[in-house]
C-alpha cells in the first residue's frame, strides 16, 4: 500500500526528461512542456577555484576569450563523455534550468538519454553515472540512430529496413533499423566537428590565414555546400595573417568550402556504402524502396542530400526540423516506454516506473 501511495506521490510530483547530449549542442526535453533546452555543449570553469564560470551558450560565447584562470571545456569528445566532472556539471545545471521550466522542484526523473551507436559498457556508465549523480532516479540509453528513427515515425517495429544516418557534430552514425533494433550500424567521426577543421586548414594553406573554430563554423553554416551552386555564395572572413602576425581579412566562397571538405565527404560515402554492402538483399530492396533518412545538423549542409541520393542511387529524406529528430525520439519513448523496452541499451538497471 505504502510503495502505491508513494508511485502515486512520485508521479505527480517528477517530470521525465529527454536529453540529446550532443558534442556540440545538448537538447532536453521536459515531459508536458516540450523542448526546453537547445544549447552548445560548453561549460566554462574557473581552474584557480574549480567553480563554474558559465554553461551553453554563455560559454559558447567566451571561447578562444577566456583569461588564463578561466578554460572552457566540451564535455563529450565524439559523442561520449570524455570530461567526467564536466559532464556532470553540464546535466545538474540543466536539470535546474529544467525545475525552473517547471516551476517547482524535479523529485528525481526518469531520463531517456541518445547515445552514439555502438557504444561501449564503459561509455554508457559514464553517461549513466554522470545523469544519476546530477539528480536523475533511473536513466534509459538509446542508441541515436533509433531514436531518429521514433522520432520522425519511421515505422521502427515493422519487419522492413529502414536506413538512418545521424550526423551531428562529434560524430555521424548509419544504422540500419529493423523489427526495432538495429540490424547493422557505422559510428565515424565525419561530422560537422570534422569539417570545421577541414575549413580551418584550407585557409591556413591556401591563403595563410588562421581562423578559430567559431569563425570556421559560422563559414560552413552560410557558404558550405558539396556541390556547386548557380549562385556564388561568399562571406568575409577575419583571421590572424601567418607571414606577418597581424590581423587580415578576406572574402571566402561556397567554391573554396567545397574544395576543403570534399575528401570528408567522400570517406562518409564510403561509410555508408561499407554498411550497405554487408546489409541482407531482403533490407536493401527495402531500402532502394523506402529511401534513406538524413537528420542531425548534417542535414542542412547544402546539396548533401542530393549527393547522397545521387551516390548511393536512393531517395534521401530529410525531415522538417532534422535537429530535433533525437529529442522528439525521446519524448515518443518517454510518454510509453514499454514498446521500446527491448530497443534500451541495458544497463544493471533500467527501472521503468513510474
Not at 572574402?251 to 564510403?270: P, T
Given at each position: 500500500?505504502?510503495?502505491?501511495?508513494?508511485?502515486?506521490?512520485?508521479?505527480?510530483?517528477?517530470?521525465?526528461?529527454?536529453?540529446?547530449l550532443?558534442?556540440?549542442?545538448?537538447?532536453?526535453?521536459l515531459?508536458?512542456?516540450?523542448?526546453?533546452?537547445?544549447?552548445?555543449?560548453v561549460?566554462?570553469?574557473?581552474?584557480?577555484?574549480?567553480?563554474?564560470?558559465?554553461?551553453?551558450?554563455?560559454?559558447?560565447?567566451?571561447v578562444?576569450?577566456?583569461?588564463?584562470?578561466?578554460?572552457t571545456?566540451?564535455?563529450?569528445?565524439?559523442?561520449?563523455?570524455?570530461?567526467?566532472?564536466?559532464?556532470?556539471?553540464?546535466?545538474?545545471?540543466?536539470m535546474?534550468?529544467?525545475?525552473?521550466?517547471?516551476?517547482?522542484k524535479?523529485?528525481?526523473?526518469?531520463?531517456?538519454?541518445?547515445a552514439?551507436?555502438?557504444?561501449?559498457?564503459?561509455?554508457?556508465?559514464?553517461?549513466?553515472?554522470?545523469?544519476?549523480?546530477?539528480?536523475?532516479?533511473?536513466?534509459?540509453?538509446?542508441?541515436?540512430?533509433?531514436?531518429?528513427?521514433i522520432?520522425?515515425?519511421?515505422?521502427?517495429?515493422?519487419?522492413?529496413?529502414?536506413?538512418?544516418?545521424?550526423?551531428?557534430?562529434?560524430?555521424?552514425?548509419?544504422?540500419?533499423?529493423?523489427?526495432?533494433?538495429i540490424?547493422?550500424?557505422?559510428?565515424?567521426?565525419?561530422?560537422?566537428d570534422?569539417?570545421?577543421?577541414d575549413?580551418?586548414?584550407?585557409?591556413?594553406?591556401?591563403?595563410?590565414v588562421?581562423i578559430?573554430?567559431?569563425?570556421?563554423?559560422?563559414?560552413?553554416?552560410?557558404?558550405?555546400?558539396?556541390?556547386?551552386?548557380?549562385v556564388?555564395?561568399?562571406?568575409?572572413?577575419?583571421?590572424?595573417?601567418?607571414?606577418?602576425?597581424?590581423?587580415?581579412?578576406?572574402?571566402?566562397n561556397?567554391?573554396?568550402?567545397?574544395?576543403?571538405i570534399?575528401?570528408?565527404i567522400?570517406?562518409?560515402v564510403?561509410?555508408?556504402?561499407?554498411?550497405?554492402?554487408?546489409?541482407?538483399?531482403e533490407?536493401?530492396?527495402?531500402?532502394?524502396?523506402r529511401?534513406?533518412?538524413?537528420?542531425?545538423?548534417?542535414?542542412?549542409?547544402?546539396?548533401?542530400?542530393?549527393?547522397?541520393?545521387?551516390?548511393?542511387?536512393?531517395?534521401?529524406?530529410?525531415?522538417?526540423?532534422?535537429?530535433?529528430s533525437?529529442?522528439?525520439?525521446?519524448?515518443?519513448?518517454?510518454?510509453?516506454?514499454?514498446?521500446?523496452?527491448?530497443?534500451?541499451?541495458?544497463?544493471?538497471?533500467?527501472?521503468?516506473?513510474?
Amino acid at each position: 500500500m505504502f510503495q502505491q501511495i508513494r508511485a502515486k506521490i512520485n508521479s505527480t510530483l517528477s517530470s521525465d526528461l529527454g536529453i540529446d547530449l550532443g558534442t556540440a549542442n545538448t537538447l532536453v526535453y521536459l515531459k508536458g512542456k516540450g523542448v526546453i533546452v537547445n544549447e552548445p555543449t560548453v561549460i566554462a570553469i574557473n581552474t584557480k577555484t574549480k567553480q563554474i564560470v558559465a554553461v551553453g551558450k554563455e560559454a559558447s560565447r567566451m571561447v578562444g576569450r577566456t583569461p588564463k584562470h578561466i578554460t572552457t571545456v566540451r564535455p563529450l569528445l565524439n559523442g561520449v563523455i570524455s570530461d567526467f566532472d564536466a559532464a556532470q556539471e553540464f546535466l545538474a545545471y540543466f536539470m535546474r534550468r529544467a525545475e525552473e521550466e517547471a516551476g517547482r522542484k524535479l523529485m528525481q526523473p526518469r531520463v531517456v538519454v541518445g547515445a552514439p551507436s555502438g557504444i561501449t559498457n564503459v561509455e554508457r556508465r559514464a553517461i549513466r553515472k554522470a545523469a544519476l549523480n546530477a539528480g536523475a532516479r533511473s536513466v534509459i540509453v538509446m542508441e541515436e540512430p533509433l531514436l531518429a528513427g521514433i522520432g520522425v515515425r519511421l515505422p521502427i517495429h515493422d519487419p522492413v529496413g529502414s536506413l538512418v544516418i545521424d550526423m551531428g557534430g562529434g560524430t555521424t552514425d548509419i544504422a540500419v533499423i529493423s523489427l526495432g533494433g538495429i540490424f547493422h550500424s557505422r559510428h565515424t567521426t565525419v561530422a560537422g566537428d570534422r569539417l570545421n577543421n577541414d575549413i580551418i586548414n584550407y585557409i591556413r594553406d591556401e591563403f595563410r590565414v588562421l581562423i578559430g573554430e567559431k569563425t570556421a563554423e559560422r563559414i560552413k553554416k552560410e557558404v558550405a555546400s558539396v556541390v556547386p551552386l548557380e549562385v556564388l555564395l561568399e562571406t568575409t572572413v577575419q583571421g590572424r595573417d601567418l607571414i606577418t602576425g597581424l590581423p587580415r581579412e578576406l572574402i571566402i566562397n561556397n567554391e573554396d568550402i567545397q574544395a576543403a571538405i570534399k575528401n570528408s565527404i567522400r570517406l562518409l560515402v564510403r561509410e555508408i556504402n561499407g554498411v550497405l554492402e554487408i546489409t541482407p538483399p531482403e533490407l536493401i530492396s527495402d531500402l532502394s524502396r523506402r529511401g534513406v533518412i538524413l537528420t542531425g545538423g548534417g542535414a542542412l549542409l547544402r546539396g548533401l542530400s542530393t549527393m547522397l541520393s545521387n551516390e548511393l542511387q536512393m531517395e534521401v529524406h530529410v525531415p522538417d526540423e532534422p535537429l530535433s529528430s533525437v529529442i522528439f525520439g525521446t519524448s515518443i519513448v518517454l510518454e510509453n516506454p514499454e514498446p521500446f523496452k527491448s530497443s534500451f541499451v541495458h544497463d544493471d538497471e533500467v527501472p521503468l516506473d513510474n
